[in-house]
């Protein structure tokens, strides 16, 4: 069964920094993509970042070069983190990690498409105001 806990979210100043992390159970799926989506208010879950097994990652355009997404281990139990610097308004939403899987094999995450997760996290909520 897989299991996915957020933590680390919080409210900070435009300019500010958080670093997210995601408590991971996979199971079977260790090995497989994960990704950090976030969700604004009134707007479609939207990706973030993706990072596979053996550590390459995909950044969405609007958070390249001020957010870094990492693992700490490819195994059954892990953390997925989001480290994220210089925040801005447009950040503010609720992150939720996932992993892709289809029937009993991995699957592959697109950012355009939260459909391409199998699991999610409960989230956690970022919000950045001045």
């Known amino acids: 069964q897989v299991r996915l806990t957020e933590n680390g979210g919080g409210s900070v100043q435009p300019g500010g920094s958080l670093t997210l992390s995601c408590a991971a159970s996979l199971g079977p799926f260790s090995r497989c993509q994960m990704a950090w989506f976030r969700q604004a208010p009134g707007k479609k879950r939207e990706g973030v970042a993706i990072i596979d097994r053996d550590g390459k990652t995909t950044y969405s355009e609007s958070v390249k070069g001020r957010f870094t997404i990492s693992r700490d281990t490819v195994s059954a139990e892990s953390t997925l983190s989001l480290q994220m610097n210089n925040l801005n308004t447009e950040d503010t939403g609720m992150y939720y990690c996932?992993?892709?899987?289809?029937?009993?094999?991995?699957?592959?995450?697109?950012?355009?498409?939260?459909?391409?997760?199998?699991?999610w996290g409960q989230g956690t909520q970022v919000t950045v105001a001045s």
């Open positions: 996932g992993v892709a899987r289809k029937y009993f094999a991995c699957a592959v995450l697109d950012l355009r498409d939260p459909a391409s997760v199998a699991h």
